[in-house]
């Protein structure tokens, strides 16, 4: 039967229609390079989006613009930096690339992001012991802003300075300031599953235009101002094309219908979920904040009178082919990362043990609803 249906995917990528013409403007003018006018325009449209007057440098995916990020705050050999655990490794990867050391701080359950309280007993523990963070690395995870406010305080008192992995947050407010925009370096991502896609990019926000071209000159190879090839530090081959910058200029026209729908979509899961104490809709406490909704999570009570678990959730959408997924597994519970100091009480552990994550694609039809919803309810009352 799973054979007769179309499958139903997670975060698919949903094309708006103009990413065509700018693709082709790139083709009619031969731009097929690392630099053009899509590069130049979606940098400037982002940061027109974004209501910022920091400078955006665009590049090939948002594990490289955290990689740049440390790069220019000076994260080196044998650093610390601090990083929420609860998220996707290539936040945590290029504090390894660097030769520095990822701490990793618990999640609070407001909004499943870096807990101020275990980021400060850690900043606290490790100054004692002569370890002073070079970095705090935080994430928006799904969406959510994390505890600005709270966060930057601690950074501010301890003069450390914040690299704000907005990946899955475009869209995002907080305080009606767009997530991005708050951190010492600022990255975004343009993956084939978030919100909009380049296909593959990502970008760094800045705090000024100096340090934007140094990202650029770090992402072509850190190439000499000379007549000849000539490096006197390392660089890498970061920088995102003009084609995929095309398809981000088109992509970025429809940000605001795809942040509407994902929003409605969470909605449709509030509700129907309602009436169904042994699953919880995730939704932050905080006020103040605009969730993009990139991925809607539901959490399944453990020791439920119906013996639901996120594994037999998933097993049954899977058999209507529904793409479900689970949360993201701790970095401290990962195999490259066990043996990495970890601050918290297992907020992060129990979410990624009893937490789902449905279907949550702008391009989803009123059929794909239904028959979610129709999967739900045969197995909430079998």
Known sequence: MTDKLSKIWLSSPHMGGREQHYVQQAFDENWIAPLGPNVNGFEQELQKYLHTEKKIASLSSGTAAIHLALVQLGVDKNDIVLCQSFTFVGTTNPIIYQGATPVFIDSEKDTLNIDPVAMEDAIQDLIEKGKKPKAILAVHLYGVPYKVDEVHKIALKYDIPVIEDAAEALGSTYKNKFCGSFGDRGILSFNGNKIITTSGGGAIICPDQASKQNAVFL????????????????????????????????????????????????????????????????????????????????????????????????????????????????????????????????????????????????NMTDENLERIETSFKALLHQ
């Not at 530090?233 to 200029?249: D, E, P, T, W």
């Not at 909704?293 to 013996?307: M, Q, T």
């Open 219 to 362: 992402a072509t190879q850190a190439k000499d101002p000379a007549p000849h090839y000539q490096h006197s530090q390392i660089g890498f081959n970061y920088r995102l094309s003009n084609l995929c910058a095309g398809v981000g200029r088109g992509q970025l026209e429809v940000l605001d219908d795809h942040v509407r729908i994902r929003r409605n979509i969470n909605q449709f899961y509030k509700d129907l979920f309602k009436e169904v104490p042994e699953i919880e809709v995730f939704e932050t406490n905080q006020k103040e904040v605009f969730c993009n909704n990139w991925l809607s999570v539901i959490y399944i009570r453990p020791d439920n009178r119906l013996g639901l678990s996120k594994d037999s959730i998933m097993n049954a959408l899977n058999e209507k082919n529904i793409e479900s997924r689970p949360l993201w597994k701790p970095m401290h519970l990962q195999p490259i990362y066990q043996d990495h100091n970890y601050y918290g009480n297992g907020i992060c552990d129990d979410y990624f043990e009893n937490g789902l994550c449905l279907p949550s694609g702008s």
